[in-house]
C-alpha cells in the first residue's frame, strides 16, 4: 500500500519532523516500508500556469499547433505544440525555457520550422496522472506565470508498506490509521478527523435496510443526489494516482479516497435498484454479473446485497453491474458496512477475484468506522460539490458489535516479558498515543483496547507488551543472556549415527551426498521405466508431475544417477531421505528415514562392485555398532531390482534393509555399460542396534597355529556355520585366502589361526577342532580337499 | 716360512682388490680360510717345524688368519653400501609438479550449515531434534495458533495428503511435541527447554532460481520462567555472529506470525557491505534474515505449559537460505537436483 506523506500531514503536524528518519522509524516499529522512498514532483521544476491566447494551424503539420501563451511575462511566448485539445482561453501547465522535467531542460526547439520556447505539458509528463491524452486543462482560478507546485500539492514523499506486514492490522489500511501510528513515533498529537453532522439529516426518510444474515456486521448507508462535479479537484487526483489508483469521475474517485483515507470500502448504487436493501445468503447457487461485465458463479456461502430478492452486489468483494451508476442516475445510496472476514476471504478465494475492498474487509475491519466514514463522505462530497444534497437519514444497522477487550497486568508482567526496566509513564503515554485507554494504580494498569484494534489484533497481554516495545524501539534495548541452570546435553542416538555414517562415507568411501525429493516425479520415473507404486497422495499439487509419494529413496536416486552419468566414469552417491511406506494401522502415514546408495561403474565388473558395497555396508556396522551382518536371499518385488542378488540386510538381530543390482531394463537406460548396485537401510532401525563396544583381548605371547583348509563348496555360509558351531575359543582369526572353480566344482580355501593364552599349543588340540568342522561339513557333502595344511 | 706367509697375505689382498660382488667375495673367503683354504692349509705345514718355529709361525698364520677375515667382513660392508647407493640412484626423480588427484566425497551443502548451526547451539546447551516430515493439521497450524480459516494459512501453500495428513509447511510443526516431550522437566526439575530442530519443510508452489517447493528450516526454542525479548535479541545477535563468523548486528522489526506475540522479522546487517548498502542489501545495508518471537501463550498451553508462569522465545532460521548466502548458491534448484558438477563442491567445512 502506497502512503502519502502529504495526506498524512492532513493529520499530524510533522513540521521540523525529518520525514525520512520517520519513514525509517515506521518500518521498524510498525510494518515494513519497502526500500524504494518515491520523491514525487522532484524531477520536474520552473512549470508554471500558462493560458493560451492564440492558436493557429501549423501550416504543414496537420498535429501540430502555434500557440501564444501568457506566463505571467510581459510578453507572450511562442509555443509550437501537438495536443488536440488546446484551445484560446486554456490553462495549462507550461515548462518555461530552463524548466526540467526528469532528465531533460527545456530549451528554444525547432519544430517543423517554427522555434518552440517552452512546452505544454501533459499530467503524465509530470506525473500526476496517466492521462496523455492532451495537455493538462486547468479549471482552477489561478493567474499564469504562478508556479504549478504553489497550486497543487505536487512536492510529496511516497512510500510503499509491504501489504504482508499488514495482515493483522485492519486500522492500516488506511492514511488516518497510519497517520496515528506516525503520530505516536513522532510524539505529536492526531488531528480528529472532520466530518459532516449527520444529525441535521435526521428528519429525512430513513432507507429500507435489513441485515439478514449474521455475517453482516453492520451496515450504514445514506442516500444523495443533485451531484454537479464531474472531474475531481486536482490534489484529490494526485493523490489517488500518487497511491496507485486512477481516477476516474467525482464519485468514484470519492469513494476511493475515502477508502485510501479510512481504509473503509464504500460502494455508491443507484438508488432506484436499491429500494429495499436485504444483505444474505441464497439457498441455490446462481450467477450474478458484477459490473466489470464478468458472470461469476455465486453458491450459498457467498453473502450477497440485494434488492429486496435481487441481488445487486456480492458483499464486500464488487458491485453489480445493473445498480451501477449510469448516466441518468440521479439518486445514489452510499453503502459504508462491514462484513465478516472469513466469509469474504472465503468468497475471495472461491470467485478467485480479490479487490481493494475485499483485501481490507479479510482483516476484519472496525464496525465502529461505517458511520465516521459517512459523515467523512458527507463533509468532502458538499465540500467540493456545493449543490451536492444528502436526502435520506442516514440508516444504520449495527448486529455485531466490536469486542470490548480490557486488560489487566502489572508493570513486573511488563519487566519479565521485555527484560528490561520501561517507566510506568513510558508505557502510559505510549499506549494512549496509540488510541488505548490506560489507568495505572501503583504498580497495576487496566488498558482497554479502541475498536480498531480489538476485532482481532490486540485481545491478550502479550499484544500490549507488542504495542510498549515496538514504540521504545528494539534498538534501545540493553540486550543480555538468560541465566538458566546447566546440564548435559545428549545427541539422540540417531543423529549421531546419521553423522557418523555420512562421514564414513564421505570420507571413507569418497561418495557425494545429495537430495531428492520425497514424491516421485512421474516423468523421471517414467524415462527410466521405474514403475509408480501405489502410495499415499498428494491432493492439491500445482505441478502435474508429481502426486505419489515415494516408498523407497532407490528409484529417486536412480533418476539422478541418470542425471549424472557423464560426471565421471564411476563414483558413488548416497542420500539420507524420508520415504513413506503407506499407511500404519492408525490411518497415519508410515514414515521412515532411510539412508541409500548406489555405486556407479564403467570400469568395474557388477560382481566387485556389489562387494564393494557389501564391505561399505559391513564397515558401518562394524565401525558404529561393532557387529557384523547378515544376509538373506529376498525376492525381487520392485520394478527397479534385479532378480538376482537382492539380499536383505540384518545386523544384531534387526532387518536394517536391502540390497542388489539395478534392474537390467532400468540400468540399461541410465546407462548401457555401466554397472550400479544399489542399497537402502533404516536409519531408524539401525539406531536401535546396541553398539557392542570394543572387547579388548590381550595378544597371546605363545605362538600361533596357522592352519589352510580347502573346501569344494558353492558358498562359504556353510563353512562359516560349520566354524561357528566348533566354538573353539581358540580360534583367533578366519580368513578367505583362495577360492577358485573347476571341473571338480568351486574350491575355498580359508585359513584358520589358533592361539593360546597361556601356553602353547599343540597340534593334537588343533587336529580336533579342524576334525570336527571338517566332519561337520563332510555331512553337508562338503569334502576337505588336499588335507590339513599347517 | 714367513715368506709363505706373506706370500699368501699379498695373493689374497690382490684377489680381494679384484672383488666386485658378494659371490666373488664368498668364493675367496672359502677359497682362503675355508676348510682346506690357503690359510688353513699353511697350518697344516707346521707338523714339520720345530716348537720354536711352531710358535712364531702359528701367531703368524693366526695373525693372517684375523687380517683376512677382518678384510672380507669390510668388504662385506662397502659391497652393501655399494649397493644401497647403487639402489639409491636407479631411484627416479619424481615431478612434484603434476597435480594432485582428490579423490574425495562431498556433504550436502544443507548437511554442512545445518552441523554448525546445531554445534553453535550444542556449545550453548541446546538440544537437536529430529522431526517426521509428514505432519497432522493440529501440529504444523492448529497447535501453533492458526486456527482453519486463518489468513495465516494463505501464505503458506500447504501440500496435503490424501489420508489427511500434510507435508510440513515449517519447523514450528514439531514445537507442540517438544514442548510436550520436556514439559515435565521443565516443571518438576527445573530444566529449561533449549532444543533446535532442522527439517525439511515443503510449500505448493512453482520453483524458479529463487523459489523451491522443498527446502531446510532450523527452528529453535527457549522456555523458562523469565525469558524475555532482551534475551531473545541477545541469542539470535550471538547465534548468527557465530554463524557468520563475525560480529553481527541485528535489528528487529515487527511482523505478524501467529504462533509468535510480539513476532519479529530479524535482520542482520548486509554481509556484503557491512550496512553501507550495497545491490545486495538493495541498498538499504540491511538484509531480512528470519522470522523470530515470544511465544505464543496459547502455543504454550497447547503445550501443556502454563503461560503466566513461563515465557519463551522461536525462531525460525532459513536453512537453504543460509547456505544459499553462505557458499554464493544463485539458483536454489541446484540444491536438490542431484547434479554432482554443482554438489561435488561441498567439502567438510567445519
Known sequence: MLISMNWISDFVDLSGIDKMKLISQFSLSTAEVENEIFHKGNDIEGIVVAEIRSVEDHPESRKLHLLKVDIGESELVDVVCGAPNVRVGMKTAFAKLGARIGEITIAPRKLAGYTSFGMCCSEKELGLSDNNDGIMDITDDVVPGTDLKSVYDID????????????????LWGHYGIAREIAALAGRDLKPLDTADLSVYERLDKIDLKIEDPLCQRYSCLQFGNISVHKSPVNMRIRLYYCGMRALNFLADLTNYL??????????????????IRIKRFDKPFTFRTLDGVDRPIDENTLMICNGDTPVAIAGIMGGLDSEIVEDTSSLTLESATFDAASIRKSTVRLSHRTDASMRYEKSLDPEMTVVAVARFVKLLT??????????????????????VSLNFNKAFVDRYTGIEIENDTIVKTLRSLGFGVSLKGDDFSVSVPSWRATKDVTIKADIIEEITRIYGYDNFDVHTAAAPLYPVRSAQEKTDEDRIKDTLVKRYSMHELHSYIWAYYDEYRALGIEIENNVELINATNPNIKTLRRSIVPTQLCQVKYNTSYDSDFAVFEVGRVVDGLRADGLCDEHKKLAITLYSKNKETEQLYFELRDILAVLADDIKHEALTFERAEATHSYQHPKNLNKIFCAGHLLGEMGIVNTSVAKKIDKKAAMVYAEIDIEEFAKIKNAGILYAEPSKFPEIEIDLSFVSDTYAPIAQAIKNADCALIKNISVVDTYKDDNGRSITIRLIFSHPERTLTKEEVLEVVNRIASELEEKNIKLKNGVQM | MSEKTTEVRLAFLSALEAVETAEDLERIRVEYIGKKGYVTELLKEMKSLSNEEKKTFGQAVNVLKNEVNDAIAEKREALKQKEIELENSRMPEFDISMPATLSRGSYHPITLVQRQCEEIFRSMGFTVEDYSEIVSDYECFESLNIPKNHPARDMQDTYYLDNGQLLKTQTSAAQNTIYKKYRDQLVNEGKPIKAIFPGRCFRNEATDACHENTFFQMEGVMVDKNISISNLIFFMKTMLSEVFQKDIKVRLRPGFFPFVEPGFELDISCLICGGEGCPSCKHSGWLELCPCGMIHPEVLKAGGIDPEEYTGFAFGLGLTRLAMMKYGVKDIRDLNSGSLKCLDQFTDDK
Open chain 1, 259 to 276: 477508502m485510501l483515507e479510512m481504509g473503509q470500502p464504500m460502494h455508491a448504487f443507484d438508488s432506484r435498484k436499491v429500494e429495499k
Open chain 1, 156 to 171: 510529496d514523499i511516497v512510500f510503499e508498506v509491504d501489504n504482508k506486514s499488514l495482515t493483522n492490522r485492519p486500522d
Open chain 1, 383 to 404: 465540500d467540493i460539490d456545493g449543490q451536492a444534497q444528502v436526502t435520506s437519514s442516514l440508516t444504520d444497522e449495527y448486529a455485531y458489535h466490536y469486542p470490548q
